[in-house]
């Protein structure tokens, strides 16, 4: 049974860094890449970043871009989502998600999730 726990979620000033983990179990070998969403209140979950577990292709959303840094730890099959120059609209639950393949994170096709960690930045 696959198993996603994410940690280290907060709340940070604008400007400010958080470092999130999602501790993967159980992925069987289909699973090929892994990932982050986030979703605002009241709006849809949106893409983050993802990293393919086959070959460290990454994805990032450009409103991430050059702020955000995806990074995996495959002998503890843990990956981390280090968050800079956090901004009040980076605010939202994270979830942590593994799919097929990067274009199917890209494409939402997710096929396993974590339970999420909150992200709070306050302006």
């Known amino acids: 049974q696959e198993r996603l726990v994410e940690s280290g979620g907060g709340l940070v000033q604008s400007g400010g860094s958080l470092r999130l983990s999602c501790a993967a179990s159980?992925?069987?070998?289909?699973?090929?890449?892994i990932g982050w969403f986030r979703q605002a209140p009241g709006k849809e979950r949106e893409r983050v970043s993802f990293v393919s577990i086959r070959d460290g292709e990454s994805f990032y959303e450009d409103s991430v871009k050059d702020r955000f840094t995806i990074s995996s730890d495959n002998a503890k099959n843990v990956v981390f989502l280090q968050m800079n120059s956090l901004k009040p609209e980076d605010t939202g639950v994270y979830y942590c998600?593994?799919?097929?393949?990067?274009?199917?994170?890209?494409?939402?096709?997710?096929?396993?999730w974590g339970q999420g960690t909150q992200v709070t930045v306050s302006s």
């Open positions: 159980g992925l069987g070998s289909e699973f090929g890449a």
């Open positions: 998600a593994a799919g097929w393949d990067l274009l199917a994170l890209v494409g939402h096709a997710a096929s396993a």
